[in-house]
């Protein structure tokens, strides 16, 4: 698979789901996966270790902004 192929199957399946306001690519979902096992308590060397990362930057990114509103 290509990730352009990935890239419309992840924008057609968040159309389906009527998703709003989001980008249409596959780091919306690993923003969301992040954030969820965040909020599950899991470290950020956990989160970053299972999505492939080689730093915790992203991790501590998205981190900062849970809780804002």
């Not at 992040?34 to 981190?63: E, P």
């Amino acid at each position: 698979m290509t990730d352009m192929s990935f890239g419309r199957i992840v924008a057609a399946t968040l159309l389906a789901i009527d998703a709003a306001n989001v980008e249409m690519s596959p780091r919306t979902l690993r923003n969301t996966f992040c954030r969820r096992q965040l909020l599950a308590g899991r470290t950020h060397d956990d989160v970053s270790q299972m999505l492939g990362l080689t730093s915790n930057q992203t991790c501590a990114r998205i981190a900062a902004t849970i809780g804002k509103g």
